[in-house]
């Protein structure tokens, strides 16, 4: 395993753990961001568990209406999620990388043993995020089919978000202006 990964994988984990612990849901997400990048360099299972993961829970966290309909499996979650995060960093710290794995995964059960309406939320915000964070990759240069294998959705699902990203292409009259400087051609 890359020293780099567990490093950055670590640096994610402690910073996530603080922002939840303070429910700086805008720095989770952030971090999200930031672990794509790892994600998209190394296309390993672990970093791209963990963009996803980070990016449910600033979803999930960020959910007010969420958080007083179901308070008590929220807090009881918020708990699992605090533990859990903090196994894992123990597990990067010594650089066991499974440990930390089942951890991540521990947080993916607590999303499914929880209520039934609760875990049901909770599954399409991680559906959700998959998809998002999936498209990113894509647009980082990975390729939807690897995309959807390492993420377990469907290319169709990726394709959707994919096609509804606005992207800064140049207007044809700018794209004409460029093409004609580059070929060194005056204006005719």
Do not use: C
């Not at 998209?40 to 979803?59: E, F, G, H, P, R």
């Not at 960020?62 to 903090?86: A, H, M, Q, S, Y």
């Not at 066991?96 to 089942?102: C, P, S, V």
């Not at 390729?143 to 606005?166: C, D, F, N, P």
């Amino acid at each position: 395993m890359d020293k780099k990964l567990i490093k950055d994988l670590l640096q994610v984990t402690q910073t996530v753990e603080k922002f939840v612990k303070e429910n700086n849901i805008s720095g989770i997400k952030n971090w999200s961001d930031h672990i794509i990048h790892s994600a998209t360099i190394y296309q390993d299972k672990y970093s791209i568990k963990t963009a996803v993961l980070v990016y449910a829970l600033s979803n999930i966290l960020g959910d007010d209406r969420f958080k007083i309909k179901f308070k008590k499996e929220f807090n009881t979650f918020k708990k699992r999620v605090l533990t859990n995060l903090k196994k894992a960093i123990f597990y990067l710290e010594h650089k066991n990388i499974q440990g930390f794995e089942t951890e991540m995964t521990d947080i993916l059960r607590a999303i499914a043993k929880a209520d039934a309406k609760f875990s049901e939320h909770l599954g399409i915000i991680l559906r959700k995020a998959k998809i998002v964070k999936g498209s990113w990759m894509h647009h980082h240069g990975i390729t939807m089919g690897r995309i959807a294998k390492l993420l377990g959705i469907t290319k169709w699902e990726l394709m959707r978000k994919v096609g509804s990203m606005k992207e800064d292409i140049p207007e044809n009259i700018d794209r004409l202006k460029i093409a004609r400087e580059f070929f060194g051609v005056k204006n005719v």
